[in-house]
């Protein structure tokens, strides 16, 4: 996930994705962390998780806006304003073979 945050809600945003990577944890993805700026001015932050198949990752997003947990997790989000807006790109690893 490519997002644009508010660089003045970093620590709201680290909030939002601890949550998120103990949800995808949780149900059935593997969560390789979220990069966020290190130096210097920037309001670009990614995520990068993972699902064993589509049909997983869509078992996932059917809790969005209905499981507690989710909805929780978005409201950190929502109430800080720390993501002023972000987009998904569906993606398959290529890993090294040495």
């Known amino acids: ?5 508010d660089p003045a809600q970093i620590a709201a945003f680290e909030d939002f994705a601890r949550a998120w990577m103990r ?3 949780r149900h059935g993805g593997v969560h390789h962390g979220y990069f966020l700026p290190a130096e210097g001015a920037s309001d670009k932050a990614e995520a990068l998780f993972s699902f064993e198949s589509l049909a997983a990752y869509e078992r996932y997003r059917a809790r969005f806006g209905t499981d507690p947990e989710f909805v929780a997790a978005d409201r950190i989000r929502d109430d800080s304003g720390c993501v002023v807006r972000y987009e998904r ?9 040495d």
């Open 1 to 5: 996930m490519h997002y644009t945050i």
């Open 89 to 97: 790109t569906f993606m398959r690893p290529l890993l090294p073979t």
């Open 23 to 25: 949800l995808v944890g």
